[in-house]
């Protein structure tokens, strides 16, 4: 154990010599990088992703505004960040896609009360992602348009040094452009929770699915 | 670099010392691999399954959960884990250890990893990606201090995290189903093949002769790791209905997005 320790120790040793060696030659690779990473992008106006941009930038803007600092402006804070996501979210369509084939045998009255319940609770998570920002970039690197339908491709940077991947999914109703699934690193919010909902539904019932869901609600918010 | 050359030779040495274990786990693995493929054209008919459309997202697309009793057990273990034993350490842990010496432990680790992305990168046929990969590894190694620093990524190389599970998922084999291994966490029969084939491919499992320190050295891995995402695993709680059904579906998502890209 003890030779090895030595063993490592000149290898870093060496390792670190040599990289004054090396940096002439690492200077000469680090043209390759542009050409790898692809052509720069190219400009959008008006669409998805200035929709998203715009958001993302309002919600920056109120996390990081110092008026909204202490607890007893936290109230006012969730109202500001619930107004923004509101301009963007599409909560029916949402809610929609996430129970799935049980959505249309829902009466008018249930739909409007899982809307409600299920807008909650991913505002609540959003917020809570949202109140964790220190300044991370956020790079919108891609933009699929398919008629009504679109995926706005964006990247955060943390400090931890690594990339998460945040895709919005968005359609098109009356010439604006609305979310109605997130995807963070290939895991698409719908189809989580469309997922738990069946699983839940299998097992349970649909009231059983509401109290559920009611519970979590209320939970998360007398933790505030 | 004398040092580098008596290094390898010392695993060299160390690789012909394992051989007997090797041949078992080599021979546990031809199992495993076999009965991956009586089962597979059922998986590549459930993986084909997920892909969506934007019109008909209905369609049902599930990891299909034959133990799901003992995977829950084994996910409620897992959960008790974490908050009772990995949580107070890794707390304790990052108090001690600024935050850029953690990313410097991880980078470390992933850069020695490197065998594992490389190969699969040229498994999966990616050229450009086995020579990114190629060129990161040199980068960090020789200008990074040995790998504490990832100046390749500063400098805009694209990391390839490609491992035998997604070269299988690449090549067509489906997840086959989900298991939740105690201590491990969320995987597949597909990707639990994998992890054991890229540990024939992880310098860690050759650098030392006792069990105990390599286990050591992974435990510390774990812990940094974790140090790093504390906080993660309790909003996908928080999130969540059931978080056993979360986490798995979470799982099979992001590998599915993983062997896609």
């Known amino acids: ?224 | 670099m004398r040092g580098a050359s008596r290094l390898r030779m010392d695993m060299r040495r160390n690789h012909m010392k394992k051989v007997p274990s090797a041949f078992l786990i080599q021979l546990l693995y031809f199992f495993l691999f076999m009965g991956l493929f009586f089962s597979s054209p059922l998986l590549v008919l459930a993986q084909e399954k997920g892909e969506e459309d934007q019109a008909q997202e209905e369609i049902m697309d599930v990891i299909s959960d034959p133990f799901e009793p003992l995977n829950r057990f084994f996910f409620e273990f897992n959960d008790k884990l974490y908050f009772y034993v990995l949580k107070p350490i890794a707390t304790g842990y990052k108090a001690v250890l600024p935050e850029p010496a953690r990313v410097g432990v991880s980078d470390f680790f992933n850069n020695l990893a490197f065998p594992i992305r490389f190969s699969n990168c040229l498994l999966q046929g990616k050229g450009e990606g086995a020579a990114m990969e190629f060129a990161r590894f040199i980068v960090n190694t020789f200008m990074g201090l040995g790998g504490f620093i990832d100046v390749a990524s500063q400098e805009g190389f694209k990391k390839y995290d490609e491992d035998l599970g997604q070269t299988f998922g690449v090549w067509g084999v489906g997840p086959g189903f989900y298991i939740c291994w105690p201590f491990l966490g969320p995987s597949s029969l597909r990707d639990t093949i994998g992890s054991v084939g890229d540990g024939f491919l992880d310098p860690v499992n050759y650098a030392f002769d006792e069990v105990i320190e390599t286990l050591s050295v992974r435990a510390y891995y774990v812990i940094n790791r974790t140090s790093l995402m504390l906080g993660d695993y309790e909003s996908l709680k928080e999130a969540a209905l059931d978080p056993y059904v979360s986490l798995k579906d979470a799982y099979y998502q992001n590998r599915k997005a993983k062997i896609k890209e």
């Open chain 1, 1 to 224: 154990m003890k030779g090895k320790t030595i063993i490592l120790v000149a290898f870093l040793a060496a390792m670190v010599l040599s990289a004054a060696f090396f940096a002439p030659v690492v200077q000469g690779a680090a043209f390759l990088a542009p050409v790898v990473q692809g052509a720069a992008l190219p400009a959008w106006a008006g669409g998805p992703t200035d929709r998203m941009k715009d958001t993302t930038d309002k919600i920056i803007a109120i996390v990081s505004d110092p008026a909204f600092k202490g607890p007893e402006k936290a109230e006012e804070k969730k109202k500001s960040i619930r107004a923004v996501v509101d301009e963007v979210i599409d909560w029916e369509e949402m809610s929609r896609r996430s129970l799935g084939i049980h959505w249309q045998k829902r009466t008018d009255e249930e739909k409007r009360e899982f809307v409600r319940l299920f807008s909650l609770l991913i505002e609540k998570t959003y917020r809570d992602k949202a109140e964790d920002y220190a300044g991370e970039k956020v790079n919108y690197v891609g933009e699929k348009i398919d008629g009504d339908y679109a995926e706005v491709e964006s990247r955060i940077l943390t400090s931890k040094n690594t990339e998460i991947p945040v895709n919005y999914k968005m359609t098109k109703k009356q010439g604006k452009w609305w979310v109605y699934d997130i995807v963070i690193e290939g895991v698409s919010f719908v189809n989580n929770y469309r997922t738990q909902f069946n699983s839940i539904l299998s097992s349970s019932s649909y009231p059983g699915l509401v109290k559920q869901l009611k519970a979590k609600t209320e939970k998360a918010e007398a933790k505030q």
